[in-house]
């Protein structure tokens, strides 16, 4: 019904910048949200960041003022610029796409890893 396709993922050094992108295809009329999740090794998969189809945001503490996400809703793809980058951003990055009017299932990308060097 939706697929998502990630891109942006790498490995950098401490400080640097990256730029994900998560473009939406399939059923992705209506009100919704797009987003970033990130899972580190052996942790819980947490939010990094989501948008909904109207421009309201959300961000994790641990990446405000860091992290920068938005969006082309005609293009259906959401972004998230990653600055200043440190070790524990380290992680798999899953874009998460979810119709909100009409409901329906939540749908998650494959992962692209972002590895951050010392």
């Known amino acids: 019904q939706v697929q998502l396709v990630e891109s942006g993922g790498g490995l950098v050094q401490a400080g640097e910048s990256l730029r994900l992108s998560c473009a939406a295809s399939?059923?992705?009329?209506?009100?919704?949200?797009m987003g970033w999740y990130r899972q580190a090794p052996g942790e819980q998969r947490e939010l990094v960041a989501t948008i909904n189809s109207l421009g309201s945001t959300n961000y994790a503490d641990s990446v405000k003022g860091r992290f920068t996400i938005s969006r082309d809703n005609a293009k259906n793809t959401v972004y998230l610029q990653m600055n200043s980058l440190k070790p524990e951003d380290t992680a798999v990055y899953y874009c998460?796409?979810?119709?909100?009017?009409?409901?329906?299932?939540?749908?998650w990308g494959q992962g692209t890893q972002v590895t951050v060097s010392s």
């Open positions: 998460k796409f979810q119709r909100l009017v009409p409901n329906q299932r939540a749908y």
């Open positions: 399939g059923s992705v009329f209506g009100i919704n949200t």
